[in-house]
DNA sequence: GATGATATATAGCCAGTGCTATGAAATCGC
DNA sequence: GCGATTTCATAGCACTGGCTATATATCATC
């Protein structure tokens, strides 16, 4: 049991008054959804910013997608031939692409969860600049729950002084 | 060629009224410091975890990291790997391992932030369950100003009653 | 309608992060 | 001490998401 060495380290190996933390189950679990997330949040980035581009500029097209978001043209050209295959955008070469109707509505879901977050995080005080840094990150692990703890906070700012 | 265009769609290059957003620069620097913390998150969740195994459980072992964070073994072994070449942990094979002090460090600031991030969705109403969810994806991408903001509405709850 | 600029496609490289299968080493129980 | 169990290491695969370099297609202009 408890000489695995003798060395440093006297083996604390008592008798482990089991979880003072959570059990590994819950814990896997709340690291899984995580990875997902990790999996989709690439994609609403792109389905948000071109539905952005079409309403702003009447256009999206790959270069300035790809300037958009920092990075270089082909990458963005295998995301969206993805993007295509998965349903969420079609492409017309030289014209641009465009949402379909299940881009536009993850697009939509997307951008209302963006505005909720990143004005949360102004409401609360962060300055534009990082609150905007912070909500393009924080976005993609917001559920639907903590959406209504942001917007109920936000509601109730509202009634008692915009500032 | 089959006429790819002349379809729908005429040609939208209205005079363009400039940005109703930002500039491409600024929008592509938010997406750039996003896809960095990316890079960093993962490596977060290793030294805080680890740090968390050794308090509770007296070591860290290569088949627990990998059941609490529900990947395969060998996953774990890879990225211990990497850790301990960028100095962030030790191994010492069947004994566990364990963090250097720039180890300690980096799990002592992720649980600090964690631990603000989760209770701060807590205060808002959040279940706890879905908390400790959210949290483990947020965290990664919350600034310091952003936490000063959630620690400030953590101390006003206080005072105000707990609940 | 030729031509130069722009936009897109494609190939191939690299690193990261997941996996399974399997072999080697250490520890534990006896 | 020894066999069984556990722990770790390693190889190899798949997929993602960056990149550069380069070829091709379209557009715009004259
Ligand atoms: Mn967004
Ligand atoms: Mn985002
Ligand atoms: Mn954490
Ligand atoms: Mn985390």
């Keep these: ?10 083996a604390p190996t008592s008798p482990k008054r089991d979880t003072p933390g959570i ?13 997902n997330a990790r999996r ?8 948000e910013l071109i539905a952005e581009l079409i309403g702003r500029e009447g256009e999206a097209r790959q270069v300035e997608i790809a300037r958009r978001l920092g990075v270089a043209q082909p990458t963005v050209a295998r995301m969206l031939k993805r993007l295509a295959e998965d349903g969420y955008i079609q492409q017309r ?23 909720i977050v990143e ?3 102004r ?7 990082v609150a905007r840094h912070d909500a393009e990150g924080m976005e993609h692990h917001v559920s639907e729950e903590t ?3 942001f917007a109920r906070f936000l509601d ?8």
């Design 23 to 35: 059990d590994a189950e819950s814990h896997a679990e709340g690291f899984q959804k995580t990875r």
């Design 119 to 121: 004005g949360f995080l």
């Design 156 to 163: 109730g700012q509202q009634d008692t002084g915009t500032r």
């Design 40 to 47: 989709t949040e690439l994609c609403e980035d792109y389905v």
């Design 93 to 115: 070469p030289y014209r641009g692409v465009f949402l379909t109707p299940i881009g536009e509505a993850l697009a939509a879901a997307c951008h209302r969860r963006h505005e």
């Design 123 to 129: 409401a609360l005080g962060v300055s534009d600049e």
């Design 1 to 10: 049991m408890d000489r695995p060495h003798d060395m440093t380290q006297p």
């Design 147 to 149: 959406l209504q703890a």
